[in-house]
């Protein structure tokens, strides 16, 4: 990438033609002292992952990026919320705002098909890595995800999405140090698919369902069942519709 006026002042950017993961190198950086702030970017990933130890299919074309930062592991977790609100609204500006959701916890759909996804690692007691990996050109047929190509006709350039995404990122990780998650929690509950509808979440013990209520003050989810008992889930996959 040249120099580019719009990038954000104070953040760091290494650019790679291929790489393991982007995560895995945030780690290895924060292993030797780097904290960030710092974005990590690869043409192509050969052993890219998503949650749960999930593979995620890396091919070109697409988006393969991490943001290295500073964080207290009380509040990691959340960073993951900033980015895919930031993700959201990189994706708003070539997709009508109507068709852009988030999905609990880490997902962002288009028309309810995955585009974008956030994977949030600690990577030193000090920095943690926040992974995000978007569809820009392929997407997977066997989860029927969606590529912004197919989406809207056409395939923006992955270093003018990074540009986007690091900017939108600045600005959501400026307010929630200075505000807090209250304003990060509305803004992403405004965003979000399925509030107020059936939902079911898998935990590993168990299949919970009921109406997706909100999340909470630590980005929990809150689902509340038949009988009107309201469960907070920390870690689910979740599906729509009954």
Not at 39 to 67: D, E, K, Y
Not at 160 to 167: E, H, K, P
């Amino acid at each position: 990438m040249t120099a580019r006026t719009d990038w954000p002042d104070g953040v760091g950017l290494l650019r790679y033609g291929v790489l393991d993961s982007t995560n895995a190198e945030a780690i290895r950086l924060a292993q030797t002292g780097e904290c960030g702030p710092l974005w990590i970017m690869a043409a192509r990933q050969t052993a890219g992952r998503g949650r749960l130890g999930r593979v995620w299919i890396s091919q070109p074309g697409n988006l393969f990026a991490t943001l290295l930062i500073g964080a207290e592991t009380s509040r990691s977790a959340q960073t993951g919320f900033l980015a895919g609100i930031a993700a959201v609204d990189v994706i708003r500006t070539y997709v009508s705002a109507e068709r852009v959701r988030l999905k609990w916890p880490n997902d962002i759909l288009i028309d309810g098909r995955k585009c974008a996804g956030v994977l949030v690692e600690r990577a030193h007691n000090r920095a943690v890595a926040v992974g995000i990996g978007m569809d820009l050109v392929h997407a997977p047929a066997e989860i029927d995800a969606v590529s912004l190509l197919s989406a809207c006709g056409a395939a923006p350039e992955p270093d003018d999405v990074l540009i986007g995404l690091a900017n939108h990122m600045q600005g959501w990780l400026t307010l929630w140090q200075d505000a807090g998650f209250a304003p990060v929690r509305e803004a992403w509950l405004k965003r979000a698919a399925g509030a107020g509808e059936f939902i079911r979440a898998r935990t590993p013990q168990r299949t919970i369902e009921g109406m997706f209520q909100a999340i909470d003050q630590d980005g929990a989810l809150l689902l509340r069942d038949s009988g009107g008992v309201c469960h907070r889930i920390t870690a689910a996959d979740v599906c729509y519709g009954s």
